[in-house]
């Protein structure tokens, strides 16, 4: 964006970059609900231009995966809910859409250990249900002996 390339931009102190990256996380959401996914998408990227690795960043890589993972722009999901992950967002939060943006790239197994985690730690959702239970399909149709390790809760 062009402020963040002035000197004013580049000069912003953290507080202030927390305060734009809040205000495009409620500004985002607002046009989310709104059914304004396109704008919210730009809302969100431009919030992340201001802010550096925190937990603002966090929220808006999660929300900006929300709209990949409504758009069906699974790959692009997958990488900026590793990022809200990487950057502190709760795993029961995320592990769901992560693993259906998995899923629906067509990387089952991984899917169905993402999934699987997060009805270990009661963060499934019935939406969330129904792709672990075509994950398990698609792997039991395939004939590949698969089986996933009780996920450690806590670790």
């Known amino acids: 964006t062009i402020l963040s390339k002035t000197p004013t931009g580049r000069n912003l102190d953290d507080g202030q970059r927390a305060t734009i990256g809040e205000g495009a996380t409620l500004l985002g959401a607002t046009f989310e609900k709104r059914n304004r996914k396109e704008l919210a998408e730009g809302i969100y990227r431009l919030g992340l231009q201001f802010v550096r690795e925190s937990a603002i960043a966090a929220e808006l890589f999660f929300s900006l995966g929300r709209i990949y993972d409504a758009f069906g722009r ?4 997958i990488a ?5 992950l990487a950057l502190g967002v709760a795993e029961g939060k995320v592990l769901g ?3 259906r943006a998995f899923l629906k790239s067509g990387k089952t197994l ?7 985690r997060a009805a270990a730690i009661g963060c499934l959702t019935a939406d969330f249900e129904v792709d672990l239970h075509d994950a398990r399909r698609i792997l039991q ?14 670790t």
């Open 74 to 77: 699974f790959p692009e999901a």
């Open 80 to 84: 900026v809910f590793r990022r809200a």
């Open 97 to 99: 859409y992560l693993g």
């Open 110 to 116: 991984a899917a169905l250990a993402l999934l699987e």
């Open 141 to 154: 149709r395939s004939g590949v002996p698969w089986s996933i390790p009780p996920a450690r809760v806590g």
